[in-house]
């Protein structure tokens, strides 16, 4: 019987679990709280609109970190921020782009993080895109003709309408002639990287060497509107990125011979070392205290936009469940935790950093609960790799109502993550730790890393299935009698090897990083 369940995969939960639990009072308290008395509207303007995008060591940050331990205090959550090493800080000022010539048009862009500042005067001078050559020696002597000009270093997109477009409205075979295009134009532009001897992530600085007094880069997403913003790789000159409208208009007027002039205003300010933390708030454990239920989300977040799904929504799921098993389950049997991890962005730094400076808290978790993938309703659940995972999860899920699990697909034993997110620091460290994965409302192409990850974005119902979903489990795992087993399961054959794959190791954090 315990194999069958073990190897059961992708089963609908609406299919083995009919109804939640009745007369639990603690469910039921649970659930009318976070249908009447819903707090995630006001944290989401507070933290996304007031506080705003949480770059690591960015004065945002410690704001939002300090917002976080005032706000759970006014629940009655002890919390606090905790420092686990330091980060180049910076903070991001006004950015202003104007052609001038041929015409006059203001530009839809911004700078990416840590670029260096123009000063409030900026900078102005001629735009130019990269030469098409045939070897090194005509890209260097290329190089000796842009001092003083400002150069766009990215491939011009053949249409700023995504796919799905393309697929609803234009002929079948229009839009595979834009294809093939768009395929020819990235393998060209890709050729010619290679005929200029230089490495994409070399271009910036050669470029700044040979006296370009900017970089323009556009870094689209593959939707109306939307562009990745990530960093800079510049250290005395801006890089801005620029919306796909306005890239492809310089580039096709630099093309064509028209010398178009840009005046770029990038103000911003370099803050030295700046402390890099997580914020913590514990609901101490009655029965158990040196057991531990972890509520898990990232608190950082790239600037392009104000952080609103990655990781805006699974910051605040963890914190309104926090509110409500406060309130409705003050005396945990075991010790429940919410990390709200710094430095997920740039390699999970926060997770690590706690998993190895808690090996005491490692060793104790009953269950971590992580969700960081959008603003949608949970709809997977994977076992994560362990043996018997099927067994307590599919309990705790009994108590959850059944217009929230009809929607969750699980598959057990499931694998570890190898990355991605902040339960598989915990996962490598061998404590049960589970992705609440939602669904997609595009996320990949419309808010992950975009200049458009924005409150507005937010889908507060499914948000709110979310929180119901985290505290009940949250609750249920506190109550096991039960201890959950760590025993993990054979993992699936690697092609390359033909052996079992390996279970993933810690990796220890960056812990000064961007100096």
Avoid at 258 to 274: D, R, T
Avoid at 426 to 431: D, E, M, R
Avoid at 480 to 508: F, Q
Wanted: aromatic share 8%; proline share 5%.
């Amino acid at each position: 019987m315990k194999k069958t369940k073990l190897f059961l995969s992708s089963l609908l939960l609406a299919g083995c679990i009919v109804t939640a639990q009745q007369n639990d009072p603690v469910v039921e308290a649970i659930v009318k709280d976070a249908t009447e008395n819903s707090q995630l509207e006001n944290l989401a303007h507070e933290l996304m609109d007031v506080v705003g995008p949480r770059l690591v060591g960015s004065p945002q940050m410690k704001a939002a970190g300090d917002w976080a331990v005032n706000k759970y205090k006014s629940w009655g959550i002890d919390a606090k921020t905790e420092k686990y090493g330091d980060w180049r800080g910076w903070e991001r000022g006004i950015t202003h782009i104007d052609m001038v010539e041929p015409r006059v048009q203001t530009l839809q862009g911004m700078q990416l993080a840590w670029s260096p500042s123009t000063g409030k005067k900026g900078v102005r001078g001629e735009v130019v895109a990269l030469p098409t050559v045939a070897n090194e020696g005509e890209f260097q002597n290329w190089l000796k003709t842009i001092k003083g000009k400002i150069v766009l270093t990215s491939m011009p997109q053949p249409t700023g309408r995504p796919d799905e477009n393309w697929e609803e409205f234009a002929t079948p075979e229009s839009f595979e002639k834009m294809k093939e295009m768009r395929d020819t134009m990235n393998s060209t532009f890709r050729n010619n990287m290679r005929n200029m001897g230089i490495g994409s992530r070399e271009l910036d600085a050669t470029l700044e060497k040979a006296g370009a007094i900017a970089v323009i880069s556009s870094n689209w997403s593959r939707g109306f509107g939307v562009n990745k913003i990530f960093s800079t790789s510049t250290e005395k000159i801006p890089e801005i990125d620029l919306e796909l409208e306005d890239y492809g208009m310089l580039w096709r007027l630099a093309e064509s011979g028209h010398k178009p002039e840009v005046n770029i205003v990038a103000e911003s300010k370099e803050l030295g070392k700046q402390p890099t933390f997580n914020t913590l708030a514990e609901i101490k454990g009655t029965e158990k205290p040196e057991e531990y239920i972890v509520l898990s989300a990232h608190f950082d977040s790239w600037d392009g936009g104000t952080g609103a799904t990655d990781n805006g929504t699974g910051t605040i799921t963890m914190m309104e469940a926090a509110r409500l098993l406060k309130k409705h389950y003050p005396n945990p049997k075991r010790t429940i935790i919410v990390g709200l991890w710094g430095s997920e962005e740039q390699g999970l730094n926060g997770s690590r950093a706690f998993v190895e400076d808690h090996p005491e808290i490692v060793e104790g978790v009953q269950a971590v609960f992580n969700q960081d993938n959008g603003t949608g309703r949970v709809v997977n659940l994977s076992g994560g790799g362990f043996l018997y995972s099927y067994d307590y999860l599919s309990s705790w899920l009994d108590a959850v109502p059944n217009d929230i699990t009809k929607h969750i697909e699980t598959s057990f034993p499931g694998s570890p993550a190898r990355g991605g997110s902040d339960y598989a620091s915990f996962q490598a460290a061998g404590a049960p730790a589970f992705s609440l994965s939602s669904i997609s409302w595009d996320y990949w192409n419309y808010t992950w890393h975009t200049n458009r990850d924005t409150y507005d974005k937010i889908v507060f119902d499914d948000v709110r299935n979310n929180a119901i979903l985290t505290a009940i489990l949250a609750y249920k795992a506190s109550e096991d009698p039960d201890k959950t087993s760590r025993e993990k399961a054979v993992l699936p054959m690697d092609s390359r090897t033909g052996e079992p794959r390996e279970w993933p190791e810690p990796r220890s954090p960056t812990r000064l990083g961007g100096m």
